[in-house]
């Protein structure tokens, strides 16, 4: 059991928010505990092939892979913490997309087993993160400098950006394709020049799901299980 650091109170995480009632029936976070433990977190390329790195090689045609994403979006530590708490209850290892810098975040860095860490840049305008883009990837790789995935925060990218990444840093895979409730999702290869960047499409997300005109956490069965990649994305404040 990984316990908060000391000091901390100990709150019941998502205490009456949309998401609680649902998780106390099987939502998705318990679903992905059933159905995701063997495979641990989506992005571990490193200098592998894709097809041959963590639970990625079981991707073909018949296979179904499920992981879970969490942007953490400049949460407070607290927030952090009982999400991150949330997960170990239930043995559900996970990539979190890191905004800044913080002692949450340091402490996750002690669980390199359980958690991966990637950046999640910011390049919309008014960022905290830099005023160009090169600001942006070097504030978050000064967080993380040994990151190897990232998410960009709103999804917001060019062929310029993935050509700066590709050319500056050591990031090998990106998650910032959204796909939702797409059947059969696989990884692709994105090339800048001599290397390329691993992207993996997400599924689902809680915020475009609360976009809805009637958001719920129900999910056909058929196509949650069908084959392909399934990437659940999260925010921990609207978790909690």
Not at 144 to 153: E, G, I, K, N, W
Request: charged letters at 25%; hydrophobic letters at 40%; a negative charge.
């Amino acid at each position: 059991m990984m316990d908060c650091p000391s000091g901390l109170k100990r709150t019941s995480l998502m205490r009456g928010s949309w998401l609680r009632v649902e998780m106390d029936k099987g939502g998705v976070l318990v679903m992905a505990y059933n159905l995701l433990n063997r495979f641990g977190y989506y992005t571990k390329a490193l200098d592998q092939d894709w097809q041959d790195s963590l639970g990625i090689e079981k991707l073909d045609h018949a296979e179904t892979v499920f992981s879970i994403v969490l942007d953490v979006d400049w949460a407070p530590d607290f927030v952090i913490y009982e999400t991150a708490a949330l997960l170990k209850e239930r043995q559900i290892r996970a990539s979190w997309f890191i905004t800044h810098p913080s002692p949450a975040v340091e402490w996750l860095k002690g669980f390199p087993e359980t958690y991966e860490l990637g950046i999640h840049p910011n390049f919309l305008a008014n960022s905290s993160q830099g005023k160009t883009q090169a600001e942006v990837v070097d504030y978050c790789l000064r967080i993380l400098p040994d990151a190897v995935s990232m998410r960009t925060h709103a999804y917001h990218q060019s062929s310029l950006m993935f050509d700066h990444i590709g050319r500056t840093t050591s990031i090998e895979n990106d998650a910032s394709v959204f796909m939702p409730l797409t059947r059969d999702l696989h990884p692709a290869r994105y090339w800048i020049g001599e290397r390329y960047l691993n992207r993996f499409p997400v599924f689902w997300e809680e915020d475009n799901e609360l976009k809805k005109p009637e958001p719920h956490m129900k999910f056909d069965a058929d196509l949650v299980n069908s084959p392909g990649l399934k990437i659940f994305a999260f925010h921990p404040m609207l978790l909690y």
